[in-house]
């Protein structure tokens, strides 16, 4: 009978018996017998036949909705071969750009250890939205994450203020936010800008808006220029952690926290009809883990 329906699903979705043969790859006499078929064993009739047109009537369109949902749930057992044994498969992931390079430091790893695997990025420029259904995952940096998906914490994203000794040495040291406008600043900035900085302490919030001749969208173009003594930045904390240990950075306003945009907890986000998938799984599992020991 399962064949009768979906040849039937087949045949109201395309309209016609001879589309209907062309998808199913027979023939569309043979289509035909199939709904008389599902017909006599239903005593129902379901389509109305002329010469020219055919028209579903009203209880073959109940019955069209029941194969339907019967043929999405049969095609489940697809999914069954990345449930059982090795996982494999394709995986998408949008992410913020930022991020950039601590997932392609991760990914080597990983592909190692699931070799059937494959993995795919899609890197924007903001909190790496979920940009459509091919997505699997998403990454997203933000205080609240959305409802209805699934929210894995990462880790939290702290930014520090810096630039080189040479440049301080030469231009001074600010010792206010509001300073920074009189300071070539190095700003992470996207189609959207990225150049108006917040930072708060335990007395006040400031805003202030920063210029300098060179911005990019790229974390790590923004840290090479900050050492090549081009201004002052603000970058992940994790991206600095080096060059300041080394002392090629020191750190700006020390006493103030930057508190804008790009800044929160970084969230794992994936639909929960996704929670199945073993190759999603083990993706997940993996980041959770390896997250604590790289940061952003």
């Not at 959305?146 to 894995?152: D, Y």
């Amino acid at each position: 009978m399962l064949p009768y329906m979906a040849a039937f699903a087949v045949v109201v979705e395309t309209g016609s018996f001879i589309d209907a043969s062309e998808k199913l790859g027979v023939s569309a006499s043979a289509v035909s017998r199939q709904i008389s078929k599902l017909e006599r064993m239903l005593s129902l009739r379901l389509i109305e036949r002329s010469t020219r047109h055919l028209k579903v009537n009203a209880d073959g369109v109940k019955v069209y909705y029941h194969c339907k949902e019967l043929l999405r749930f049969s095609s489940r057992v697809f999914d069954l071969k990345d449930e059982l044994g090795q996982p494999q498969g394709l995986i998408k992931i949008a992410a913020p750009k930022m991020m950039n390079g601590t997932l392609n430091q991760l990914m080597p790893e990983f592909l190692r250890r699931f070799p059937e695997i494959n993995v795919q990025f899609i890197f924007d420029g903001g909190q790496g939205e979920f940009i459509s259904d091919g997505v699997d995952l998403s990454i997203k940096i933000t205080d609240s994450p959305p409802l209805g998906l699934v929210a894995r914490k990462l880790f939290n994203v702290d930014f520090t203020v810096c630039a080189t000794p040479e440049y301080i040495n030469f231009y001074g040291v600010p010792s206010h936010p509001s300073e920074l406008a009189g300071h070539s600043c190095i700003a992470i900035a996207d189609k959207s800008g990225g150049k108006q900085w917040e930072f708060a302490n335990e007395y006040e919030k400031v805003e202030v808006m920063v210029s300098g001749r060179y911005c990019s969208n790229d974390i790590e173009a923004v840290l090479k220029a900050t050492l090549n003594n081009l201004g002052i930045a603000c970058l992940p904390s994790a991206a600095t952690e080096s060059d300041l240990s080394m002392g090629r950075l020191i750190t700006v306003l020390p006493n103030w926290k930057y508190v804008g945009s790009s800044q929160g907890m970084a969230w794992l986000l994936y639909k929960p009809n996704k929670h199945g998938s073993q190759r999603l799984k083990v993706l997940v599992d993996y980041l959770i883990e390896n997250f604590y020991g790289v940061g952003c």
